[in-house]
């Protein structure tokens, strides 16, 4: 298979990855004797936008594959990235040491680990092709870090490539992004999606396409549903939520619950992650068995980061399922909409006809338009920090009031 496989249904990004990859290979040539391209379509650094899962980061890493390949076929005319070879098959795993792959289970990235990345791309490349550097969450950047960042991609090394990845040009530092090659991805088609679910993962056809139709396009979040059974439990409870808002007792009851429930995703990735990572590093800093797990002096420090990151990546899972209740809470509210409005349109939540309709004879398109806006109230209220069970009280008491 091509590094391009996964990437679903964003041809005209695939078409320009694959030029600018070519071309990237023939420079690499050419410093050995072949003549450059006259018009080179690759560049330094690049900027895939889209929105949530539309699978910006996998076309970066899938560019980055291609920019690795060592394929015999490049020699006689075929397109670098062909999936099989060391160069491709390393990028994709994960384990290639010319391809570094930052992604964040924090609410920021920093100075110094972005300082970190920024001598790391002044190295020159081991395997005499590029240094890539592939920052998955380049809208985390603190304005701090990316100033650092900044004079990174104005002054780059000659063979480091940076390929930044943000839901939007907006969500990138203006000064960035115009040294930057801009691609924007779409939101890939329902039904594209759930084939590459079947193709890729093995799922059941008619799982997959409940999935993909659900999630309306997003790759991570359909792969999410259809193979993991809470994921799917947590969804139908919150599409629940809006028959159980009828008096002010349900709704604070409703709002306790998706906390409840975003507070347990923080639970279960703690209890999977924070034990191996404390493990690793006790081990690592000398932590010898019959001395009652006692740390040797001087180490305290290093054992309490890795606790304060713990406890930031906990609120940044809290957050993220928070959102994803919230975001498929909207789902429901458009499909009431669309019913209302006599729309011929596939519903996302077919599964919940019964109660779309429900509420759909119970009010107006005007009500469920200022209920999407409460929705959109929480979501601005929850990322300007505010308590979070109070913003979804005040969401739940507003979907109450329409």
Same mark, same amino acid.
């Given at each position: ?43 330094? %650094?690049? /900027?895939?936008?889209?929105?949530? @899962?539309?699978?910006? &980061?996998? =076309? !970066?890493? +899938?560019?980055? #594959? ?127 999606? %759930?084939? /590459?679910?079947?193709?890729?993962? @093995?799922?059941?056809? &008619?799982? =997959? !396409?409940? +999935?993909?139709? #659900? ?139 019964? &109660?779309?309709?429900?509420? +759909? ?42």
């Amino acid at each position: 298979m091509a590094v391009w496989d996964d990437l679903v249904g964003q041809d005209r990004v695939t078409e320009q990855l694959a030029a600018a990859a070519r071309d990237a290979d023939a420079l690499v040539t050419a410093e050995v004797g072949a003549p450059p391209p006259a018009a080179s379509k690759m560049t330094h %650094a690049w /900027l895939f936008t889209g929105p949530p @899962g539309s699978g910006r &980061a996998t =076309a !970066a890493r +899938a560019f980055a #594959a291609a920019l690795q390949c060592v394929s015999p076929d490049r020699a006689l005319g075929g397109a670098p990235g062909c999936g099989f070879c060391e160069g491709c098959h390393t990028t994709l795993v994960g384990t290639h040491a010319d391809v570094e792959v930052v992604r964040t289970d924090q609410l920021s990235i920093g100075v110094k680990e972005t300082r970190d990345l920024v001598r790391r791309a002044q190295l020159s490349p081991a395997g005499g092709r590029w240094q890539v550097i592939v920052l998955e969450d380049a809208d985390r950047l603190t304005e701090g870090a990316g100033n650092v960042l900044l004079k990174a991609v104005e002054e780059p090394a000659p063979r480091t490539v940076w390929l930044l990845c943000a839901p939007s040009l907006e969500d990138v530092l203006p000064t960035i992004r115009s040294r930057c090659r801009s691609l924007t991805l779409r939101t890939p088609p329902v039904a594209a999606v %759930a084939d /590459l679910l079947v193709r890729r993962d @093995g799922i059941d056809p &008619a799982l =997959a !396409a409940q +999935a993909a139709r #659900a999630t309306q396009g997003h790759i991570g979040r359909a792969r999410r549903l259809a193979t993991d059974e809470r994921a799917r439990a947590r969804r139908e409870a919150v599409l629940r939520l809006p028959l159980r808002v009828d008096d002010m007792g349900g709704c604070l009851k409703a709002a306790q619950e998706l906390i409840d429930a975003a507070a347990e995703d923080a639970k279960q990735v703690a209890e999977e992650v924070d034990t191996k990572e404390t493990e690793e590093l006790r081990a690592a800093l000398g932590a010898a068995a019959g001395t009652g797990g006692r740390l040797p002096r001087g180490t305290a420090g290093a054992m309490k980061d890795l606790q304060d990151r713990q406890k930031r990546r906990a609120t940044r899972t809290q957050r993220d399922s928070l959102d994803l209740a919230l975001t498929d809470l909207t789902g429901f509210y458009r499909d009431v909409l669309a019913i209302q409005l006599g729309s011929r349109s596939e519903l996302a939540n077919t599964e919940a006809r019964d &109660a779309l309709e429900r509420i +759909a004879r119970a009010s107006g398109p005007e009500r469920t338009l200022r209920r999407i806006e409460a929705i959109m109230d929480c979501r601005r209220a929850l990322d300007r920090n505010v308590a979070p069970l109070l913003a979804v009280e005040a969401m739940t008491v507003a979907l109450r009031a329409g």
